[in-house]
């Protein structure tokens, strides 16, 4: 978030009490936790719809837990758990996956924070009475909050299926939820996300409003919703409306603050300094901006940890110190799988660079006897030590060397993958010359052979999801989505040295609803998805 939206983090009481930022806070009101003040100037509307940021980086650090961010990719078909933290376990033995799971708890209770401090906003701005804001202003404020809302349930309905319907604020516990048919949880994400589409800002052009959502955000992201839903030729229309927008260009040429130093195109994109559209990365559509809480207070929610789970602890090796060109300190919670490693990429595709994945090292400690001669890739050590890893999470902070978080922006959103989602929109539709030409745009880029219509499938795709955005995209929730999960993940993680996946069945195309809202919910059923008890 950019350094506008920090100070208001910083100097308010987030959401949960939308208060304007003035000396008013200071006066002492005893509220029910349950129970929204009125919303009524655009200062307190301001607040409130910053604390929707706030609450949504929460979603990437949510406290620093690396077992968390490891939940979205093990047991699917691209990394392995080789030191895992915990709470990913039962992703990777899904038989001792349970209602009582902490991931899909804190998934729910995730999504419901947002629907609800969204529905406050929604519900203030809607008053006939309100006074003092003009109707553009209300429809952009409007726009905001549905956005979020959108992303909320999006999420809700591809991890859960059909869930309760919430589109008030509550004003008190509630204890009698019902699930609403998925056909009525997709219809209001398709309302929100089109008005959002219709009323968000153009993208934002100066540091004060880049950060913001745009109409082109809500487009993305009712093309993976579409998908979800079914509603193939409506997924590609809005893949359209971002790539024909002229707003966006791939990044195709060197640039930004190491373009004169050994590197590729590709990787330039996720080097800190050059992720913001005003440092030059035209290819981003949503971009959450971090900075370290040291030097900017409410720069970043929590300590995110991609790059400790994505990295190798190659400073465990006798001889190696994290350094800045090693992307920093990693502990490998996960490892990429060696389908992946050896059985994905053409040998010349750039993202597959040693710029993007490093596969070799060399002693970096002065004081070690093989100064500067290179690691051999041999032994139990190449399993979290000297593994092979992506550098789209690289950063290092040299009054941090431990790696206590991760201060860099998060790419949420980018054209390269409008370009895959429009082509899993046309395939969808049986248009394979079509979906080839889109691929090729992105494997044009990364020097990759051009493929044909007679290569195109939903395998296909995916295969290039992983290529162009592994380490980006939630690869669970794409496999769940796609209803793929099953197949992929048994036919592509076979046998890894420790952790295999095992008990993964059709049930696990959606996860457990917690078992603590059901038992909350006492005054009504809150059916369990199928397989779980």
């Not at 910053?50 to 949510?62: D, E, F, K, P, V």
Request: hydrophobic letters at 40%; one cysteine or more.
């Amino acid at each position: 978030m950019n350094k506008y939206i920090k100070v208001i983090i910083g100097a308010c009481i987030s959401l949960q009490t939308f208060t304007a930022c003035d000396k008013s806070f200071l006066e002492e009101e005893v509220l029910s936790s349950y129970s929204p003040s009125t919303l009524s100037d655009p200062a307190g509307f301001e607040a409130s719809l910053i604390g929707l940021y706030n609450h949504q980086s929460t979603l990437y650090s949510m406290s620093g837990a690396q077992g968390w961010l490891a939940v979205w990719q093990v047991g699917t078909d691209i990394t392995w758990s080789v030191q895992p933290q915990g709470i990913e376990l039962p992703y990777v033995n899904y038989a001792t996956l349970t209602p009582l799971d902490g991931a899909a708890a804190d998934t729910w209770r995730w999504a419901y924070v947002m629907v609800n401090n969204t529905n406050v906003i929604i519900k203030n701005i809607e008053n006939p009475a309100l006074t003092g804001i003009s109707e553009d202003q209300k429809k952009r404020i409007n726009a905001e909050a549905r956005f979020f809302r959108g992303f909320a349930y999006n999420l809700l309905a591809t991890a859960f299926g059909a869930v309760p319907l919430v589109t008030e604020p509550l004003s008190a516990p509630k204890t009698d939820f019902v699930r609403s048919s998925l056909a009525e949880v997709n219809k209001l994400i398709e309302d929100d996300l089109l008005f959002a589409s219709a009323n968000l800002q153009d993208v934002g052009t100066t540091k004060k409003t880049q950060a913001r959502a745009n109409k082109y955000m809500a487009h993305q992201l009712l093309s993976e919703a579409y998908l979800r839903m079914g509603k193939n030729a409506e997924a590609e229309a809005q893949a359209n409306n971002v790539i024909n927008s002229g707003k966006f260009s791939l990044i195709k040429a060197r640039y930004g603050v190491k373009a004169n130093q050994p590197g590729d195109p590709f990787s330039d994109m996720f080097i800190p300094g050059n992720q913001r559209r005003d440092q030059g990365n035209t290819e981003g559509i949503w971009v959450m901006e971090a900075e370290n809480p040291r030097d900017v207070p409410g720069g970043m929610t929590g300590n995110p940890q991609h790059r400790r789970i994505w990295q190798a602890s190659y400073h465990s090796r006798r001889g190696m110190l994290a350094a800045d060109s090693l992307g920093g300190r990693g502990i490998a919670r996960i490892r990429l799988n060696n389908f992946v490693l050896y059985g994905l990429y053409d040998k010349q595709d750039m993202r597959n660079s040693k710029y993007s994945i490093r596969r070799e090292f060399w002693y970096n400690d002065p004081k070690f006897v093989d100064y500067k001669k290179k690691v051999p890739y041999t032994g139990p050590d190449t399993l979290f030590i000297i593994n092979p890893y992506i550098t789209k999470w690289s950063h290092f902070d040299p009054q941090d060397v431990f790696g206590f978080g991760m201060w860099k922006d998060f790419i949420l959103m980018r054209l390269g993958e409008t370009y895959l989602l429009r082509a899993e929109a046309q395939v969808k539709q049986g248009k394979m010359a079509e979906a080839a030409a889109s691929i090729n745009v992105l494997r044009e880029r990364a020097n990759a052979p051009r493929v044909t219509a007679a290569d195109m499938n939903l395998d296909f795709i995916l295969d290039e999801r992983i290529r162009e955005l592994i380490g980006e995209e939630n690869r669970r929730l794409t496999l769940m989505r796609t209803g793929t999960l099953v197949e992929r993940a048994m036919r592509l993680n076979g046998n890894p040295p420790v952790n295999p996946i095992t008990g993964l069945s059709k049930t696990h195309l959606l996860m457990p609803i917690p078992r603590n809202e059901i038992d909350l919910n006492k005054d009504a059923v809150l059916e369990q998805n199928p397989g779980y008890n």
